[in-house]
């Protein structure tokens, strides 16, 4: 069962957010990936979206660019957390999609990351999973020491 959902509003989002799930692949985590426009195919989001917890889904990985509705719809429809990420790529080089997904109104967070932060998107469903599944803490752990590592494999380098 996917427990991650990674949703964006067109095949133009692909590029960024594909990344997301290269990232929850390293970490051995099952997730569904699909494409809904919030503005083209309300009914279809909300479709996907209310049907998701069903489908063993815990956290929603939402992205989309220009006036983003979807990531906001999708915290509307979805009861547990959903993370949001800008993209760019358009007229506002994305700061059009900040605004979007971070001003939530009171009482239906989402999550907003950097934009095109489709990665860090990924680690943070992880690290809301690992809560509850020590695992996945572990490789989390693993990949944090590895990053480490490799900054300090550069830094050696400048002594060299
Ligand atoms: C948003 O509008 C999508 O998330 C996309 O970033 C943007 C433009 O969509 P396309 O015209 O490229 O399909 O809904």
Request: glycine share 8%.
């Amino acid at each position: 069962m996917p427990r991650v959902g990674i949703i964006m509003g067109s095949d133009s989002d692909l590029k960024v957010m594909s990344k997301a799930a290269v990232m929850l692949e390293e970490l051995g985590i099952d997730y569904e990936m699909t494409i809904i426009s919030a503005h083209r195919e309300p009914d279809e989001l909300i479709e996907w979206t209310r049907s998701a917890e069903g489908r063993g889904m815990k956290v929603m990985i939402a992205g989309a660019g220009m006036a983003a509705a979807l990531p906001g719809m999708c915290a509307a429809l979805f009861a547990l957390p959903v993370i949001g990420v800008p993209l760019s790529g358009k007229n506002l080089d994305g700061m059009d999609a900040v605004f979007s997904i971070m001003q939530m109104p009171p009482g239906v967070p989402v999550a907003t990351v950097a934009i095109d932060g489709a990665k860090n998107a990924a680690i943070l469903a992880a690290k809301i999973l690992a809560a509850s599944d020590d695992a996945l803490l572990q490789k989390l752990k693993d990949y944090t020491t590895g990053q480490k590592e490799a900054v300090k494999a550069k830094a050696a380098k400048l002594d060299e």
